[in-house]
């Protein structure tokens, strides 16, 4: 029987304790489709302490808004982890957020390196 990858993931995040940072990253991934561009502009997950999300924001506006979708957040959250694993929102006015980590660049056309009578 084959072990799929993702479970021998699982388990070693679960075996080291970076369960917290997993989650917090996936969030944090997520962030953009949970509360939509513009607001992902002024607001960031920040930590997951137990069953509670803090999430910064640089404007009063953002948090308001924020809290105003508590319910749809918790619930968009939670679907991205695929876990019952936040049920509440703190809002945290920040002068800065964490920024995105930006993804890795992409070579352009899709060119590999190491291509035959190269020598790479």
Do not use: C, F, Y
């Not at 809290?67 to 019952?84: D, F, H, K, M, P």
């Amino acid at each position: 029987m084959v072990t799929p990858l993702r479970d021998i993931l699982k388990g070693a995040v679960k075996a080291w304790g970076l369960e917290p940072a997993a989650r917090l990253a996936a969030v944090r991934s997520a962030w953009p489709r949970i509360v939509g561009a513009a607001l992902a502009a002024t607001s960031a997950p920040l930590v997951i302490r137990g069953p509670r999300l803090d999430v910064g924001v640089t404007h009063p506006a953002a948090g308001q808004e924020i809290r105003l979708r508590t319910l749809a957040i918790t619930r968009a959250v939670n679907q991205a982890l695929g876990e019952e694993a936040v049920s509440e929102v703190r809002v945290v006015t920040r002068r800065r957020l964490p920024r995105p980590t930006p993804p890795a660049p992409r070579r352009p056309g899709g060119a590999r390196r190491g291509r035959a009578g190269t020598g790479g």
